[in-house]
């Protein structure tokens, strides 16, 4: 089921009143569609931050409620201060049924490497991939298991298994996730740890 999100149609453009508008506490905000097919919004900012939190930066469809009518889209991109980090402008992509979407969705490891437990360190190469996707089989995110990754192993585009009907447009080869070998200082406490429990005790050699 889609989340809802009010919004409400803008009058204003140009520097000086997009300003006063964010002053206000609105954020100005575009509902993108097929050619010219382009609608101004704007969306107050506490609402949309809350919205944010309950669906956790996940990608997924939305139901815009504007002067009575509905539209189910998804966000395309959200542009932020540099220094504070909030919204200052969204846009938004209409999901027309039966036609493919290209989304940009977070990627989320999931368990613990057993590369890590030997001292390794996970490198979380890309953390966002492209898909191309009808908006019925839309996913929120792509969940990767990296449990089984040793020291020195990597999972790149080619090894995800998902859907038939979901396109990743990243090439390939590229890396997503790696388990770097560990720091020289990080192995020979590994190796002096794994020896203590190896060795006798004085007790036990008395014994």
Same mark, same amino acid.
């Given at each position: 089921?889609a989340?809802?999100?009010?919004?409400?149609?803008?009058e204003?453009f140009?520097? +000086?009143?997009?300003?006063?508008?964010?002053?206000?506490?609105?954020?100005?905000?575009?509902?993108?569609?097929?050619?010219?097919?382009?609608? $101004?919004?704007?969306?107050?900012?506490?609402? @949309?931050q809350?919205?944010?939190a309950?669906?956790?930066?996940?990608?997924? #469809?939305?139901t815009?409620k504007?002067d009575? !009518?509905?539209?189910?889209? @998804?966000?395309?991109?959200?542009?932020?201060d $540099?220094?504070?980090?909030?919204?200052?402008?969204?846009?938004?992509?209409?999901?027309?049924?039966g036609?493919?979407i290209?989304l940009?969705?977070?990627?989320?490891l999931?368990?613990?490497?057993?590369?890590?437990?030997?001292?390794?360190v996970?490198?979380?190469?890309?953390r966002?991939?492209?898909i191309?996707? #009808?908006?019925?089989? +839309?996913?929120?995110?792509?969940?990767?298991?990296?449990?089984? #990754?040793?020291?020195?192993?990597?999972?790149?585009?080619?090894?995800?298994?998902?859907?038939?009907?979901i396109?990743?447009? !990243? $090439?390939?080869?590229?890396?997503?996730?790696?388990?770097?070998? $560990?720091?020289k200082?990080?192995?020979? !406490?590994? /190796?002096?740890?794994?020896?203590?429990?190896?060795?006798? /005790? !004085?007790?036990?050699?008395?014994?």
């Open positions: 089921m989340r809802v999100l009010k919004v409400e149609k803008r204003e140009g520097t +000086s009143r997009v300003k006063k508008l964010r002053k206000s506490g609105y954020i100005p905000g575009v509902i993108y569609g097929h050619a010219g097919e382009n609608y $101004p919004v704007k969306i107050n900012l506490k609402d @949309f809350h919205f944010l309950e669906i956790h930066g996940e990608t997924q #469809l939305i815009l504007m009575g !009518e509905e539209k189910q889209v @998804f966000i395309k991109e959200i542009q932020r $540099p220094l504070y980090g909030r919204p200052i402008h969204v846009d938004f992509q209409i999901a027309y049924a036609e493919k290209e940009t969705v977070p990627v989320v999931k368990g613990e490497a057993k590369g890590v437990k030997l001292g390794g996970v490198d979380f190469i890309t966002e991939l492209t191309y996707v #009808l908006p019925s089989k +839309s996913i929120p995110h792509i969940e990767i298991d990296i449990t089984d #990754l040793g020291v020195g192993d990597s999972i790149h585009v080619r090894d995800l298994k998902l859907d038939p009907d396109e990743i447009l !990243e $090439p390939p080869d590229t890396p997503i996730v790696s388990i770097l070998a $560990p720091k200082g990080a192995v020979e !406490e590994v /190796s002096e740890e794994a020896a203590g429990e190896a060795a006798p /005790s !004085e007790e036990a050699e008395s014994e």
